[in-house]
T-cell receptor
């Protein structure tokens, strides 16, 4: 079946550090890829997405590029802020079934001032 | 435009009881999906409704059921609650204009004692 693998957390960084959270996927068909963020006590918010190979999704300084050859969708940010502290989830809606998202386990990011 | 709303936000039940959770999608969205989030299993797809019909179902026992009304609001029911049903239940809606992007509500946190 479809699966998403994220780097294990937690990740702790100092403010203004560079962030990378690795994500690889296994999926059939032509999946779209997503990054969602979950702040404490809240639901999921869409951070960015990419719908086809070589697409780059970006939002709020975060970026991720859909790499079909390596089946990856790594999340990056050049300079993190304390307010970026949250849990980040990589997800795919593989096989053209756009109703179901398969999520990674999530990566907890803590940014210290 | 108002986001996805879920009620109640918090719920405490005892084993053997049943519970009904409610989700109101973004106006104009006809697809509603439900997910269960637990620390051990992460985010798992429960089912999806579109135009009052269940289109797809995840791998959950029959104690988990749902329905959708003509105004696209959805309810999820869990009968004969077990301790392991304690979780955050997230609802997501999707509309044609948004493509495959699912927008999540804040969730209902269910505690089974």
């Amino acid at each position: 079946g479809d699966s998403v693998t994220q780097m294990e957390g937690p990740v702790t960084l100092s403010e203004e550090a560079f962030l990378t959270i690795n994500c690889t996927y296994t999926a059939t068909g032509y999946p779209s890829l997503f990054w969602y963020v979950q702040y404490p006590g809240e639901g999921l918010q869409l951070l960015l997405k990419a719908t086809k190979a070589d697409d780059k999704g970006s939002n709020k300084g975060f970026e991720a590029t859909y790499r079909k050859e390596t089946t990856s969708f790594h999340l990056e940010k050049g300079s993190v802020q304390v307010s970026d502290s949250a849990v980040y989830f990589c997800a795919t809606n593989s096989g053209g079934s756009n109703y179901k998202l398969t999520f990674g386990k999530g990566t907890l990011l803590t940014v210290n001032p | 435009k108002a986001g996805v709303t879920q009620t109640p936000r918090y719920l405490i039940k005892t084993r053997g009881q049943q519970v009904t959770l409610s989700c109101s999608p973004i106006s104009g969205h006809r697809s509603v999906s439900w997910y269960q989030q637990t620390p051990g299993q992460g985010l798992q797809f429960l089912f999806e409704y579109f135009s009052e019909t269940q289109r797809n179902k995840g791998n959950f026992p029959g104690r988990f059921s749902g329905r959708q009304f003509s105004n696209s609001r959805s309810e999820m029911n869990v009968s004969t609650l077990e301790l392991g049903d304690s979780a955050l239940y997230l609802c997501a809606s999707k509309g044609r204009a948004g493509g495959e992007t699912q927008y999540f509500g804040p969730g209902t946190r269910l505690l089974v004692l």
